[in-house]
């Protein structure tokens, strides 16, 4: 199992994607919040200082659009449209990226079409025998949301 993780990460993990716990607003997220008597207001828990500058995962990484039949948009029985339904791969022993965080394409060796695009983080799937961490992405296109301080 090792060997294939080891081939995979070489021949397909050919991107570079950082990962950071933010709201729709760009904002860092610090996990549970606490409620301070003190000032009655809630919290980062245990004092923590929300970080816009920490970064859940730096790295290696693959990403591209979702299989067509993961693509298809329906209600009921009518196609509406694709809904922007992409995947990434990231080392299997990347287990922090959690639902609802933000990957950014940092470089790209194939398509530098990817670049600098960002993506919400739908599901880190997890698997009996894993050769990488997939990732269901949905891509946050323009005026969505400001990532101005990444």
């Keep these: 199992m090792a060997r294939a993780q080891a081939r995979f990460r070489e021949r397909i993990l050919v991107d570079a994607c950082e990962v950071k716990a933010l709201d729709v607003a760009g904002n860092p997220v610090v996990g549970e919040e606490d409620f301070d008597e003190g000032t009655g207001t809630y919290g980062p828990a245990g004092g923590a200082e929300a970080d816009a500058d920490a970064f859940v995962y730096q790295g290696d ?22 809904d922007r339904q992409y995947e990434a791969f990231l080392p299997i022993d990347v287990v922090a990226v959690r639902a609802g965080h933000v990957l ?3 470089a790209s060796r194939n398509d530098p079409g990817l670049v ?19 990732l269901q992405l949905r891509e946050i296109t323009e005026g969505e949301t400001n990532f101005g301080r990444w």
């Design 116 to 134: 600098g695009r960002f993506f919400r983080v739908g599901d880190a799937l997890a698997a009996t025998m894993p050769i990488a961490r997939h």
């Design 61 to 82: 990484c693959a990403v591209q659009p979702a299989p067509m039949n993961r693509l298809q948009n329906r209600e009921g029985d009518v196609y509406v449209g694709p």
């Design 104 to 106: 950014k394409v940092t």
